[in-house]
């Protein structure tokens, strides 16, 4: 009876296991019709286009006529007599791709904007060594945006643009002009400038200059004419670390071993900077500048003021080789207070006055 009841069992787990390798066969046939492809098709993979695939013209290697996103598969050299890429349509995004574009000896620029364009974006790789500019974007009129572009080693610019700028985590080195030159109208942020020959930024108006590293300019690290914002840099071993030359403002820099620190024009601002070690510290020779809140060392002098109808408050400056403030007529300024070694500041007439600027 036992033996007939595991018999019995067995028997069904069998039943059973051919039902369910039936149920899960399907049908072997395949469907009627040709048999398609399961793969996405190329520009559904890639929905950009190759730089490296386009033709060129009499001036450029490659040229861009169409909108669209374009990118690079390896690194691209120049020609005589020849820009890299031309772009000549609007709304283009342009992927380096982590390539180089390398110039030769008398060639153009690495990539040119040719007519009044917008929308623009160029990134993600190398630009060094063209006859004139890494970038020559001076025919943007809105919307040209770099971002983690390195332009090093051109002739004249390593970019330049005209209105509506964004320089985003880019860097500028050793070119033979200005590092980068815009008109009006931009941001220029997190971005390093060094060993450019003349200026490292050099803006006409209204730009926002923030976060940004500049080092051994020939004239100017960071220069915006009128209207602009640096706020958040640092400057070292320039002939001038920043310099606004009409309603700027210039806060929270750092700014040293310079030949002038900070220079500040007509109804400009200098506000909680730090500078040491530059011939001046801070210099004005304009009228309505407000200079408050500064921290001055080593200079030579520490705040030259040569300009009138300005106000200088709330400033400390130390260990200036001839100077620590230079202040002339008919200026407005807080007391200046001798704070060497005076022990509690409270004791001294003008310690505890709220415009105080402190001398030690």
Request: with cysteine.
């Amino acid at each position: 009876m036992f033996q007939k009841h595991i018999v019995l069992v067995l028997l069904q787990v069998m039943i059973s296991v051919v039902l369910v390798s039936e149920g899960f066969t399907g049908e072997l046939d395949p469907p009627p019709g040709p048999v398609m492809s399961t793969m996405k098709p190329l520009d559904e993979v890639e929905p950009r286009v190759s730089v490296n695939s386009l033709e060129g013209n009499s001036s450029a290697v490659h040229v861009i006529d169409q909108p669209g996103s374009y990118y690079l598969v390896g690194d691209l050299t120049g020609e005589p007599g020849k820009n890299g890429i031309e772009i000549s349509s609007d709304n283009v995004s342009l992927d380096l791709n982590g390539f180089s574009l390398v110039g030769v000896d008398a060639s153009l620029s690495g990539v040119i904007v040719t007519e009044p364009r917008e929308n623009i974006i160029i990134r993600n790789g190398f630009i060094r060594n063209w006859g004139e500019d890494g970038i020559n974007g001076r025919e943007t009129i809105n919307g040209l945006i770099l971002k983690l572009v390195v332009a090093s080693d051109n002739v004249r610019f390593g970019a330049s643009c005209k209105d509506g700028f964004s320089v985003l985590e880019c860097q500028f080195l050793r070119n033979r002009v200005h590092g980068f030159i815009a008109g009006a109208f931009g941001l220029i942020q997190s971005s390093v400038f060094v060993g450019n020959d003349s200026d490292g930024v050099n803006a006409n108006s209204n730009t926002e200059v923030i976060d940004c590293v500049f080092e051994s300019h020939g004239a100017t690290a960071c220069f915006v004419y009128f209207s602009g914002l640096m706020k958040n840099c640092t400057s070292r071993a320039n002939n001038v670390g920043f310099w606004t030359v009409q309603q700027g403002t210039v806060e929270s820099c750092l700014a040293n071993d310079n030949n002038e620190g900070i220079t500040v024009g007509e109804n400009s601002r200098a506000l909680n900077n730090f500078a040491f070690n530059n011939n001046k510290g801070i210099k004005c020779d304009a009228a309505g500048v407000h200079i408050e809140g500064n921290t001055l060392t080593k200079n030579r002098v520490g705040i030259s003021v040569t300009g009138r109808g300005n106000l200088i408050l709330k400033n400390r400056a130390t260990n200036s080789e001839t100077t620590n403030f230079d202040i002339g007529p008919d200026n407005t300024y807080g007391p200046i207070v001798d704070a060497s070694g005076v022990g509690e500041l409270g004791l001294n007439s003008n310690g505890a006055h709220p415009f105080a600027n402190f001398s030690y």
